[in-house]
């Protein structure tokens, strides 16, 4: 039964031709250990294949039309399309023959009848390539899904498809392959990581209801990269079950921060569509997986944010709570121009003109340590205070630097668009409720150590709320006295001020006591 399971429902693609043999012999094995005597293992080169998934097309030339009916100028189909009907049953009979052939010779024929045959269907529509000495069979340049899988998507595509597709940013890509994908997949969008294409891949191989798992990076569900991808997913199929696991090391020696998506082709047309989500903290756990507390969300929910970020681990008081902030607050964007400080290539490190802030210098409310001096051409940038936050932080801290001292990489800047006080926006960002609110966001985002790689899109949708002159007076006063505090002395406890801001941060936003306890509790 195994054997016949391998022919007639299973089928694998890998880009990587040791992958493929692996694959191979492990349904080999699979197979003999079942076996009371030996017997003739099935040619699984047309089962399990090498090719780049990504990719049905060569030379520019779209390969994914071979099996195609075309009709003519008059509605039928012409010679050229019952040909085909003819080639395309005899590459089907061929390869169920194959699969069973145990006479090397044999199948050698077969073999070359089954590359003739695919040959001819390109002639047939005239594709005319120079192929080379390209195994068609088997390349790293692209994969003839229509063709070698025909049998499936004449049906309308596979029931499922799992994978762990591979973990490549776009900035490893060579330039020829960033500009074939980014015009064949929608999920191509920013910094993209190629896992996001196969996922877009995969879901186009589906047939009706049908279904895909996979492993991957969490990551995904609320970085900027991603939001092609998760548009994708939620305007054009049902998100069904999360498993996160990103906190425990599932691959040895690669922190990915990975999860278990399952997704299911069809649109969510009636908006009744509910997404379970699990979080597995250690492994022994997932022999007991239904028994683990899980959180519903409507993909309602997720379609109607403007980013479709993928806010599943949150329970609706807490989403009401986030819609109230971000009801009442203005992103930063709206009020500062935000950028990175010099690149090393703009700064001479054996200058002394300057003084620099780098990255570990900034502190909440405070700078630790010594400037460096350098000489750049760029200081006139960095003439006036700006508020500044270094790049890879636990939680959001941010602080005034003073006139004339540059910021360098790894350092972001804010200089007010408009008439803006500084201490006014400092106190909001370094409060509790604007580190609550970015937890909620962007907690998927992290990186090891449980660090936030901060990033322009991520601090610029920072929400301000808007008030008047007195009412940012009381955190004006507080922020002054916390910087006069800790520029005397930076490990000076100003707790009884910072909470007092927090208080009053909890009342421009309307906050009342439950949900502020929710923020306290968080």
Known sequence: ??????????????????????????????????????????????????????????????????????????????????????????????????????????????????????????????????????????????????????????????????????????????????????????????????????????????????????????????????????????????????????????FRNAMTYPCVLLLQEGKDINNKNEILYRRLFELKNLQVIDKITSIVTKQKEIETDREFRFIVDVKPELRLLIEKIDAKGCPISSLFNIARGLANSKVDFEGRKYQALKSTNVRRYFIEGEPKRINTDYAYIFKYPMIILPRTVEYLQAMIKEENIICLDRIYYLTPKAKMNLLYALGVINSSLTNFWFEYYYKTTKVSGNFFDLNGNQIGSIPIPFASSSQQQPIIDLVDSILAKKKQNPQADTSVEEKAIDQLVYKLYDLNENEINLIEKS
């Not at 890998?14 to 099935?42: H, N």
């Not at 994969?143 to 049998?151: C, P, Q, S």
């Open 1 to 250: 039964i195994k054997k016949h399971i391998i022919q007639q429902n299973i089928y694998g693609v890998d880009i990587e031709r040791g992958a493929v043999d692996i694959a191979r012999l492990r349904f080999w094995l699979s197979l003999i250990v079942d076996e009371e005597t030996p017997q003739a293992l099935p040619n699984l080169d047309f089962k399990i294949m090498q090719g780049n998934s990504l990719l049905e097309q060569y030379k520019g030339v779209d390969l994914s039309t071979m099996t195609e009916k075309k009709a003519d100028d008059s509605g039928m189909l012409s010679i050229f399309d019952n040909m085909l009907d003819v080639h395309r049953l005899d590459l089907r009979k061929m390869l169920a023959q194959y699969y069973g052939c145990t006479n090397h010779h044999e199948k050698q024929a077969l073999r070359k009848n089954i590359m003739n045959n695919v040959k001819q269907q390109l002639r047939e529509q005239s594709i005319n390539i120079d192929f080379g000495d390209l195994d068609l069979s088997g390349n790293d340049q692209f994969f003839l899904w229509h063709t070698w899988f025909y049998d499936v998507f004449s049906q309308g595509g596979f029931d499922i498809v799992i994978g762990n597709p591979p973990y490549v940013r776009r900035t490893s890509l060579p330039n020829e392959d960033k500009h074939r994908y980014e015009k064949l997949y929608t999920s191509a969008t920013k910094q993209y990581d190629l896992y996001l294409l196969f996922i877009e891949r995969g879901l186009k191989t589906l047939a009706t209801n049908g279904n895909l798992c996979y492993i991957n990076p969490i990551r995904f569900f609320n970085s900027d990269y991603g939001q092609g991808c998760r548009r994708y997913i939620v305007k054009n199929h049902k998100l069904k079950t999360i498993l996160d696991v990103s906190q425990i090391p599932v």
